[in-house]
T-cell receptor
Framework: GNSVTQMEGPVTLSEEAFLTINCTYT??????LFWYVQYPGEGLQLLLK?????DKGSNKGFEATYRKETTSFHLEKGSVQVSDSAVYFC????????????FGKGTKLTVNP | DAEITQSPRHKITETGRQVTLACHQT?????MFWYRQDLGHGLRLIHY???????NKGEVSDGYSVSRSNTEDLPLTLESAASSQTSVYFC??????????????FGPGTRLTVL
């Protein structure tokens, strides 16, 4: 079945450090891929998405590229801020199937000043 | 502005009691979902609905039920609360526009403690 594996956390970085959170997926066909972010005490919100191979999603300085050959969608940011401290979830959606999202387990990021 | 709300935000109950968590959305979305979030498990789907009178089981549906009598609401009921159901519960909704994915919008969550 469809599944998402993302790197275990927690991840702790200093402000202005480079961030990578790895995400790989298993799916039949060609899913759409997403990163959601959950700030403390809040629900999840969509950070970025990519719907086909080689697409790059970007938002708020974060980027992720849909790599079909490696079945990956790694999240990157060149210079993190304290305000980026949150839990990040990778997810996939398989068009033509149900409307469900399949989530990874989440990676907690803490950015220290 | 359209939104999705959950109530209560916090709930403490006792083992064996029936509990209902409310979810209300004003997006006019057809699809609604209930998830629970636990450390080490991420988000797990409990139940979901594609429209009025439609309900479907997710991966962790035992001990939970939902009903969809209108577009806006999908209440989640714990028939007989158990300590294993202590968790944070999120409701989400999404629309459907032909073959295009529509983003899931999440509520702020309900923290449920079963003593």
């Amino acid at each position: 079945g469809n599944s998402v594996t993302q790197m275990e956390g927690p991840v702790t970085l200093s402000e202005e450090a480079f961030l990578t959170i790895n995400c790989t997926y298993t799916a039949t066909g060609y899913p759409s891929l997403f990163w959601y972010v959950q700030y403390p005490g809040e629900g999840l919100q969509l950070l970025l998405k990519a719907t086909k191979a080689d697409d790059k999603g970007s938002n708020k300085g974060f980027e992720a590229t849909y790599r079909k050959e490696t079945t990956s969608f790694h999240l990157e940011k060149g210079s993190v801020q304290v305000s980026d401290s949150a839990v990040y979830f990778c997810a996939l959606y398989f068009q033509g199937g149900s409307e469900k999202l399949v989530f990874g387990k989440g990676t907690k990021l803490t950015v220290n000043p | 502005d359209a939104e999705i709300t959950q109530s209560p935000r916090h709930k403490i109950t006792e083992t064996g009691r029936q509990v209902t968590l409310a979810c209300h959305q004003t997006w006019n979305h057809n699809n609604m979902f209930w998830y629970r979030q636990d450390l080490g498990h991420g988000l797990r789907l409990i139940h979901y609905s594609y429209g009025v009178q439609d309900t479907n089981k997710g991966e962790v549906s035992d001990g939970y039920s939902v009903s969809r009598s209108n577009t806006e609401d999908l209440p989640l009921t714990l028939e007989s609360a158990a300590s294993s159901q202590t968790s944070v519960y999120f409701c989400a909704s999404s629309g459907w526009q032909g073959a295009t994915y529509n983003e899931q919008f999440f509520g702020p969550g309900t923290r449920l403690t079963v003593l």
